[in-house]
Nanobody
Framework: HVQLVESGGGSVQAGGSLRLSCAASGYTYNRNCMAWFRQAPGKERTLVSQISTFGTATYTDPVQRRFTTSRDNVKKTSNLQMTSLRTEDTAVYYC???????????WGQGTQVTVS
């Protein structure tokens, strides 16, 4: 079965950096895009970044030029490098595997990022 496991969350001061990782298993990894979402307390889950099977990444405006997404199709992992973190980046971060129409179909359990 499909499994996505995030790691790397934690607490950091504003202006700091964190690197999240997502390890995938149970499906043909290099046939699906990957995405990172986040959900702040009391808010909806929103897209942060998406990366194609070929490694082309897109970002939403709040994280543009601060976050970098990568993937390794051999290791079946995706990373989200976050820099210049702000308090408003505080959220639970989820990785997702894309399904039909590149919509998120499978989710990891999430990892907490707290910026103070």
């Amino acid at each position: 079965h499909v499994q996505l496991v995030e790691s790397g969350g934690g607490s950091v001061q504003a202006g700091g950096s964190l690197r999240l990782s997502c390890a995938a298993s149970g499906y043909t990894y290099n046939r699906n895009c990957m995405a990172w979402f986040r959900q702040a307390p009391g808010k909806e889950r929103t897209l942060v970044s998406q990366i194609s099977t070929f490694g082309t990444a897109t970002y939403t405006d709040p994280v543009q030029r601060r976050f970098t997404t990568s993937r390794d199709n051999v290791k079946k992992t995706s990373n989200l490098q976050m820099t210049s973190l702000r308090t408003e980046d505080t959220a639970v971060y989820y990785c997702a595997a894309c399904g039909p129409q590149d919509q998120p179909s499978f989710w990891g359990q999430g990892t907490q990022v707290t910026v103070s």
